[in-house]
């Protein structure tokens, strides 16, 4: 692969992309309907977050939202905290999903390691939702209950979670891979009323049964009045955690009330949908509120104007129940296209198995972490040289800061006329701030944009916006799908310091930014993970990027600690390929590598040889975990085992602590 650098280009959408994108649809559609004519992307962003209320009511009639009510006004005050968006309007998130496509047309493809491949239907997966929203009812369940999954990512998991939405009742969701104590530190912050179930699942044709965990969750959720029950790992398999749990193939067997007999809770604008978990790998992880509204209009956009996705689509991103990804995948379908399911390992049984599912599902829009990526390229995978991949169009990268060579892969190893995407939201807002746009080109490494609708900037530490420069990611007008709250948080206080206490008024993501003059941007990790030497900030894909091309390192953790007497302690960890040993040699090439691609500032204080990096559930490097400890943290208080993918790589560094705080950590 030739040198590529960033912001070098990689790629131009021609002219009849850009006519076909349903961006310029919309943007012809302003003009006619609204007198709002933008020569440009650009011009478009700013009008979007000038006009904030005109522009958030134009996606409310260009997508024919319906409301048996009519809304007072728009915006009823442009503050945040406290935004109150069309008051008076009432909708349904899974009534306006499932009413977006033709009846007949796939909405879901399924795959899995313990089932054969399938396809569901609109109006198959619409029946079955009446059916379980139905037997929802009988069972007691109201608008503002909880009910809550224990599933993979299997149809069933979409159906229980539809159904749950179709009548208000409040969904959230965990995967069978989560610990015991992860599960409820979710779920008794909610009190859930129903608990869909599976009894386990298979991951690299290895078998996990759950069933014990199961019944430790059960006995730990007083507030549960019923749990629907799948076998699953066991297919055909009568045992129930308990006797009063009902089976999953007797609530599916149910009656169907029809289409017509069948009544979706029409609800206010702002009526929680779901609830969002933050990682809890460092405390008990946040309980974020999302309402029905927000999520309904912030996820046609995106999914529409930005993800440029419409009926003749197919967006396949390999995702867990657990992950915010999850819902963006399902909201996929809002737009009409289909989405694609995967339980299972990404690797097995073979290393391209998510190309494979890609070209079998038809794929048009495939999502994909760098850290994915990187795998694809130590592995030699060539996808276009083994799979027809002719309908797919777009590509998007998130999870984690993408790298020039990540990009540039796609182009040498997919197909040359990709629309490589990255972006970076998160569970927050389940969106995006900054990403995709189909009119814009695709520089190496580069966000293209800003969203629609999000005011975002580069704050430096004297909370002024800055072109050009690292800075602080703020948001600083309202967006429909910011957080009702936190759940079980009094007085909004958790939800206040999270978000508004650096910068009052202000939403602080909680990212550093440099937003460049064209309005592209590049995310620098967490601002309480990036590092800050002798006053100058280095973010740690940067650091990532650079040691991760060194062909004997297949992973890395940098942190920077600040000690007693003004003194900072920078060392890096690497995980080496199988039989490759840290030695002088390769401490040198990583050095110089840093310091050749960077600066000075970006070679550590020490290199020190690790079996794994720890992660997060979701696939997110743990550095202030690890930093925390290192800082002398008590472990319980650092990691929280149960949310890590893997707990034994941070025991490691508890040790490391033990070993090293008599000499470097002093």
Known sequence: ???????????TPDTAFRERARMTDYMRWLARERGVRVEDYDALWRWSVTDVEDFWESIWDYFGMRSPTPY???????????????????????????????????????????RESGRITRAELARQVRIVATAL??????????????????????????????????????????????????????????????DG??????????????????????????????????????????AGALAWQDVIGGPDPGAEAFEFALLPFDHPLWILFSSGT???????VHGHGGIVLEELKYMCLHSNLGPDSCMFFYTTTGWMMWNALLSSTISGAAAVLYDGNPLAPAPDTLWRIAAESGATFFGA?????????????VPREHYDLGRLQAIMLTGSPATPEAMAWFYDHVGEDLWVTTQSGGTDVCSAFVGASPLLPVHAAEIQTRMLGVDAHAFNDAGEPVIGEVGELVICKPMPSMPLRFWNDPGDRRYFESYFEMFPGRWRHGDFIRINARGGSYIYGRSDST?????????????YRAVEQIEQVLDSLVVNLDLPGGRFFMPLFVALAPGVQLDAGLEARIRNRLREDYSPRHVPDAIYQVEAIPYTLTG?????????VLMGTAPEQAFSRDAMANPAAGEWFVRFRAEHSGDVLA
């Open 531 to 543: 590092l800050n030497r002798h006053g100058v900030r280095i973010g740690t894909a940067e650091v």
């Open 369 to 381: 972490s760098p850290t994915y990526v990187g795998l694809m390229i130590r592995q030699g995978i």
């Open 137 to 198: 009812r009988r069972m007691g369940v109201e608008p503002g209950d909880r009910v809550v999954g224990f599933l993979p990512n299997i149809p069933e998991a979409v159906i229980a979670f539809l159904a749950a939405a179709s009548i208000g009742a409040i969904w959230a969701g965990c995967s069978p891979d989560f610990g015991t104590r992860s599960v409820l530190d979710r779920y008794t912050q909610i009190e859930p009323k129903v608990l869909f179930s599976v």
């Open 282 to 288: 460092t405390g008990l992880p946040k309980a974020i």
């Open 1 to 11: 692969m030739p040198a590529i650098n960033e912001g070098d280009l990689l790629w």
């Open 201 to 242: 699942y298979r991951y690299g044709g290895q078998d996990f049964d759950r069933l014990a965990e199961l019944r430790e969750i059960v006995a730990a959720l007083p507030s549960l009045a019923q749990v629907v029950h799948l076998p699953y790992l066991h297919d055909g398999d009568d045992r129930l955690p308990h």
């Open 72 to 114: 007072e006004c728009v915006l009823a005050e442009r503050r945040m905290p406290g935004a109150r968006w069309f008051p008076g309007a009432r909708l349904n998130y899974a009534r306006e999903l499932l009413a977006r496509g033709a009846p007949d047309s796939v909405c879901l493809h399924h795959y899995s390691e313990l």
């Open 620 to 628: 997110k490097k743990m550095e202030v975990p690890v930093r925390r």
